[in-house]
């Protein structure tokens, strides 16, 4: 098992495959091991590294983890580069993942040489969005199968991570709102937004505005967006998503 450093906590991680480093980010109240059914594929071409944000999955746990979270995903990202020496990598975040990939290549442009954002909410936090995972998170934790599937995540603490997770949601949607640091028109490294027009975490069409949105605002933004599947779209269209990220 392999750890890394970040604010003297010990963040997990784990690789797989040989090639060009891509680093897969988990969404929120999830883990690496969401990515388990597509690793494999992407690990033929791919030097595939998977991280567990600080808090959850494998990583060390927190009591309150911070309102700027997606920030601070980024920042754990750049920490796992460090300790790797990685000097430029290929990222493919999903849901919050997204929001810290977009974070990252903001950030430290010369470290990315391409990312994909799937399946995430927008530029800042929506009300109607923030209502719904309020009461959504609240019921989610009365159904047996999802709570099976959390403590398959993260153990007997899964209640923990959880509560800590819509937390911090809830925080910055009410303390900051603002997903980024900077505009995205200050994007320097090309960007693949991903999505399904069926994806019942958002309004329906959801994607389509958004993506067209943020193409208008920086032509290094191009789309892909698929007609079907749940949440996010690049697992429940894997196949189709994987043949055209290896295309």
Request: proline share 4%.
């Amino acid at each position: 098992m392999s750890y890394f450093k970040y604010c003297s906590r010990d963040i997990y991680f784990e690789e797989r495959g040989k090639g060009t480093p891509l680093i897969l980010l988990h969404g929120n109240t999830s883990c690496g091991k969401m990515f388990d059914p597509i690793v494999p594929k992407l690990a033929d071409k791919y030097r595939v590294i998977v991280i567990d944000f600080m808090g959850g999955g494998r990583s060390e746990r927190i009591e309150k983890w911070p309102a700027d979270l997606w920030f601070d995903w980024a920042c754990q990202v750049k920490a796992l580069c460090d300790h790797l020496g990685l000097q430029q990598v290929k990222i493919i975040g999903s849901s919050g993942g997204a929001l810290a990939a977009v974070n990252v290549a903001l950030e430290y442009p010369e470290l990315v040489e391409s990312f994909v954002a799937d399946s995430f909410e927008g530029l800042k936090a929506d009300p109607g969005i923030t209502e719904q995972i309020r009461n959504g998170r609240a019921q989610a934790k009365t159904f047996g199968g999802f709570v099976d599937y959390l403590k398959s995540l993260h153990g007997d603490d899964w209640e923990q991570v959880f509560d800590a997770d819509t937390d911090a949601v809830l925080r910055h949607a009410e303390q900051i709102g603002d997903f980024f640091h900077k505009p995205i028109e200050e994007l320097k490294v090309p960007m693949l937004l991903t999505g399904s027009l069926e994806d019942d975490m958002f309004p329906k069409g959801h994607c389509r505005v958004l993506f067209d949105e943020i193409c208008a605002r920086t032509s290094l933004a191009t789309t892909h967006i698929f007609e079907h599947g749940g949440h996010p779209a690049m697992l429940s269209n894997m196949d189709e998503f994987v043949a055209f990220i290896l295309n």
